[in-house]
Every structure is written in structure tokens, then in C-alpha cells.
């Protein structure tokens, strides 16, 4: 029998054993299959100590600057949540320990420099822990890329209207917590549309990003300047004391913009016009803020363009009654609330009246008559004037069916039915459905007409009088290039504007004026029609001077349709 070994021996023999393999990185046998993840996976035991760790694992956390070792605590791991992670510390630790008590998944990321890692972790039936690790930095700089492209317009490099949005709700913040004042400055360009009509939108993109840099350079560096549409800008100004400098930095603008532009060759002029609110005067919300710097860029526009204008509160009530005239005139004509009036028109050599001018009347439940100076303007800038205008040109041959034969009836057109493609086709149907000889029907344009795409409004004319209808040009004498147009296209009649009849009694020129444009009518063969008229010398002095025909309120005033027969009367008959 072998006796027991003593300890002397003992130490001698375990020194010559062999360690046993420790448990942890590399040396379990799972290990292998856990390296060719490409994951970092972490294993926390419940009492906290790390019990393997795969090699993509170390790796992203060496190159967080944190060190874990198999068979030790996991602290360090928690270190590295409180230096830098997302979202805050505070909230962080609140996150993991609730996670923690209630054994539920938690998500959180580790930052050091520009390496950014996702971790997770997950619980285990048994009460230990799986951390999965995953580098992210790429995805998040893509991210912050794609973040960033989002909030800049991409023609011009500015700040688009989310990132003003941001950097104005900081504004507000600033006013609400230090009282630090801010103003925004809506721009709109004027006369920038011709531009890309014109020249093509590579000349507008190019005076876009000319304009982007005129404003950059007038601001100062705690400012913003955005664009938020095809040609607005807005300019937020921090840290204002006083309206003073923003109206300075107003009057800046208006006269930078203002300046000529070398656009790839090309001599270009357009302007600005500025609308301004004041925080926290005019708000203290951007929506407010905006709404109030439209408001008033709205009414810098009607003040002539090329200025600015600060808002008031009573451009809100102005803007509140205009928006319900606009939803009014957008019902009435499907209720029937526009009614004809007519102008006879007299012809001087034989006394006679041989027409009527068709003038619209808006008949409103409320308001009572609304002019035509304050719907037809209105009814043009929101798309309504084609509608109405066709529907006056059908009412008018109706009417002008109860007539004797020889009257006819002349109807107004709008620049914007000549260029909606439908006048003529509305003309034949308005003809065909009364019954109305086209000789009996006349067209008036203004040069407004004729000032834009001239070969085809000329052929629209030429197309109507193909059909029979006659063509007189409205307010002759008033636009730049009368002359030139009565040699393009041979016009019935001339109307010469009222306003030289005006001023026959105050002017010595008018008579001139007068004289030289019947004259012309009748070497061309055109009839002359005198408006205006209002007094029994007016008449005379316009007979003298040659003109065929008049129209006024010493003939009559406008009436309506039910009203004419009675006016009939007290003319000689043909």
C-alpha cells in the first residue's frame, strides 16, 4: 500500500501539472462559432461578471477605450454609459435601471470621437444577460448627412423651410426664457418670373443662387437666411433691440436685390419686396410670425413692389374681409348674383343709338352692388375672370336678342381668356344658343391683350372676325404701342379713354389729342368712340374734332337689361 504524499510533494507535482485551460476569452469552446458573428457578443453572468466575450466584441469596445476581462465584473461597461452615450445620462440610467429591475430588453449607444456603437441587451431565462454590440458610426454619419441635406435647399445651399423652422422655434425659446426679441423678413422677387419665361431656368437658377449669396453677405453671422419657395426668402434676425435695425436691414435688402445682375451673359433687373414682423409684438409663435410677415409682404406688393412693409394689425382685418369677398365671389356665380348692366352708345352724324356696352354687376345678398373695381381685380388674381367672362359674353347675346336688329352689344375680354385657349370656341356656342348674328356682337381689348404672346392673340383675332364679329381696342391712347398694333391688326373701332374728354375743359391738349386720334380712326377706316362723355360741351367739342360716336353719362348710365327699352324710347329709330 502507497502512502499518502506529503505536501512538499504536493506543491512539486502541481507545479509540474499543466494549468487547467481558464474559462473565458478563446478558450471556450464556443468561442470559435461566436468570433465569425458579426455581432459583438457579450455573456453577463447575473451576479455581473462577464463570462465570455466573442472577438468582434473586444473589438468595438477597444475602440471605445473600454477594456472587459472574461471572469470580471462588467463595470467598465457602465462607466463608459455615464461618459458618453445617447440620450442623456440621466434618462440613460433611469432607462437600464428599470430595464434591469423589470428583466426587459434595452437599447442605448456608446460614443467616443466619431465612433459610435449600438448595444443591446437582452435577458435570460436562467438570470444572466446577452449584450449584442454593432459599429454604427457609418449609418450614423449617413444619417447625419441625409439629416443635414434635408434641411438645406439644394439649389442654393440655404436652409429650407424645416431648418427655419427649427432655428426659429429656438428663437422663440430664447424670447420666452431671456426676452432676447427676433423679426422675420419675408421676400418675394419681383419680376423674376419673366426671367425664367424668357431665359429658361438655368439663367433663373443661376440669379437664384446670385440672389442667395447678395443676402448671405447682408446679414449678420447669428442670423439666418432661408429660402422656402421658387423665389422667397426669409431672413430670421436674432437678437434685436429695436425696430430700427431691422428696418435698416428692410432697406438693405430692397436695394441689394435691387441692383443689376451679370447672369452668364446676361443683363438682368428684378427687386424685392419685404415683409417684416416683429417678435413678440406681432407673435409669439412661428406660425403667427409668418402669417403676419406674409400679411405684410402682401401689401408692400400692392404699394407698388420694391419696398418693404412692416405689419399692422389692421392688414389682418383687411386680409380677413378680402379672404370672404373671395369665398363669396367664388359662390356667386353659381347663385346667380351677376346681372348686366348696359351703356348705350350714341352715333353722333345720325342721333341714333346703335349699341350698348355690356358692364358687370355683382348683386351681393349683403352687400349690396359691389363695384366692379372691387371683384374684377380679385376675380383675376384667383382664376374666377374666365367663367365670369364667358358668362357675360353668353348673358350679353341673350339680351342683345331683345334689341332691334341694328343694335349690337359689345362685351369686354380679359387678357386671361385670350390666353385660356377657349374664347373662340365660347364666342360660336354664345352665338349659336341666342341666336345672335355675329355682326351684332363686339369684342373690346385693352393693350393689355395684346402685350403678351402677340402672333397668338393676333390670330385669335383674326379667327373671330372670320366668324363676323367686330374687334375695337379699349382704352386707346393709355398703353405704349397703340400705333403698332393698329397697324398689326385692323381694328373696327377705337375707343379713346375717358380721361382725355376729362380733359377737354382743364387741359389745352386735350382737344389735340383728340382730333389727331379720330383723325386716325378715320384715314384707317375705324370708327371713333368718345367715353366719358358727361356734358352737352363735351359732345359738341368731340363732334368737331371728328369722332363718330359717343358714350357717356349724358347719353345714359348703365342699366340694367329690363331698364333699356325705356331708354330705347327716347331716341330716334332707324
Known sequence: ?????????????????????????????????????????????????????????????????????????????????????????????????????????????????????????????????????????????????????????????LPNRLLLRERLAEALARLARTGECCALLLIDLDRFKPVNDTLGHPIGDALLETVADRLRSTVRPTDTVARIGGDEFVILQAGIRDAAGTQALA??????????????????????????????????????????????????????????????????????????????????????????????????????LIGCEALIRWRHPERGLVSPLDFIPLAEEIGLIVPIGEWVVRQACRDAMTWPEHMSVAVNVSPAQFKSDRLVETIISALAGSGLPARRLEVEITEGVLLQENDRTLQTLHRLRELGVRVSMDDFGTGYSSLSYLRSFPFDKIKIDRSFVKDLTSKPDGEAIIRAIAGLGKSLGMTTVAEGVETAEQMQRIRLEGCTDVQGYLISKPVPAEDLRQVFAGFPQT
Open 1 to 157: 500500500m502507497r502512502a499518502d504524499p506529503q505536501p512538499a510533494d504536493l506543491s512539486r507535482r502541481e507545479a509540474a501539472r499543466p494549468p487547467l485551460p481558464e474559462r473565458g476569452v478563446g478558450r471556450d469552446p464556443l468561442l470559435p462559432f461566436l468570433d465569425a458573428v458579426r455581432q459583438g457578443l457579450l455573456m453577463i453572468a447575473p451576479t455581473g461578471t462577464v463570462i465570455a466575450a466573442n472577438a468582434p466584441a473586444r473589438q468595438l469596445l477597444a475602440g471605445l477605450n473600454v477594456t472587459l476581462r472574461v471572469q470580471a465584473s462588467a463595470i467598465p461597461l457602465l462607466r463608459a454609459l455615464r461618459a458618453g452615450t445617447a440620450p442623456p445620462r440621466g434618462a440613460l440610467l433611469r432607462s437600464l435601471r428599470r430595464a434591469l429591475a423589470r428583466r426587459q430588453p434595452v437599447v442605448f449607444e456608446l460614443r467616443h470621437r466619431d465612433h459610435t456603437v449600438q448595444v443591446e441587451l437582452h435577458p435570460l431565462a436562467t438570470g444572466g444577460w446577452v449584450v449584442s454590440l454593432e459599429d454604427v458610426s457609418t449609418r450614423k454619419a449617413t444619417e447625419a448627412r441625409a439629416d443635414a441635406m434635408a434641411r438645406r435647399d439644394p439649389l442654393t445651399g
Open 251 to 352: 432697406r438693405r435688402v430692397v436695394d441689394l436685390i435691387g441692383r443689376t445682375y451679370m447672369v452668364e451673359g446676361h443683363l438682368l433687373t428684378i427687386g424685392a419686396s419685404v415683409g417684416v414682423a416683429l417678435a413678440p409684438e406681432d407673435g409669439t409663435d412661428a406660425d403667427r410670425l409668418l402669417k403676419n410677415a406674409d400679411l405684410a409682404l402682401y401689401r408692400a406688393k400692392l404699394d407698388g413692389r420694391g419696398t418693404y412693409r412692416f405689419f399692422e394689425p389692421e392688414m389682418d382685418a383687411r386680409m380677413q374681409a378680402r379672404r370672404k369677398l373671395e369665398l363669396d365671389l367664388r359662390q356667386a356665380l353659381a347663385r346667380r348674383e351677376f346681372q348686366l348692366h348696359f351703356q348705350p352708345q350714341l352715333q353722333l352724324a345720325s342721333g341714333t
